[in-house]
């Protein structure tokens, strides 16, 4: 059974950056792996994923142009970085796989086209 861990979430003043790790335990059967993150009384938000056999990496508007996303075959992990954070990027950040395709296409940030999740990281950005 494929499970994914997250780590790596703190409190950050707002301007400064993060860094997640999720680590993958078990055979990942995937296409697709993503960042997600819900802040309290929203739903959970899609905000960047990478497509496994092309290196293809997508990024929600919300993070564009201050977001990266890295995959460690060798280390069985998924990364997220994000920089200029903003209270608005407060939440609980979750990692997640899919054997579908769904990464590549408009459907993306559709939590239902993913099938195991981690248990996610707390991440509160400050003023």
């Known amino acids: 059974q494929v499970q994914l861990a997250e780590s790596g979430g703190g409190s950050v003043q707002d301007g400064g950056s993060l860094r997640l790790s999720c680590v993958v335990s078990?055979?990942?059967?995937?296409?697709?792996m993503a960042w997600f993150r819900q802040a309290p009384g929203k739903g959970r938000e899609g905000v960047s994923a990478?497509?496994?056999?092309?290196?293809?990496?997508y990024f929600h508007p919300s993070v564009a142009g201050r977001a990266s996303i890295a995959r460690d075959n060798a280390k069985n992990a998924l990364y997220l970085g994000i920089d200029a954070l903003t209270p608005e990027d407060t939440g609980t950040y979750y990692c997640?796989?899919?054997?579908?395709?769904?990464?590549?296409?408009?459907?993306?940030?559709?939590?239902?086209?993913?099938?195991?999740w981690g248990q996610g990281t707390q991440v509160t950005v400050s003023s």
């Open positions: 078990g055979e990942l059967r995937a296409n697709c």
């Open positions: 990478i497509y496994l056999p092309t290196g293809g990496t």
């Open positions: 997640a796989s899919s054997t579908t395709s769904y990464c590549t296409t408009t459907a993306a940030w559709l939590p239902d086209k993913y099938n195991n």
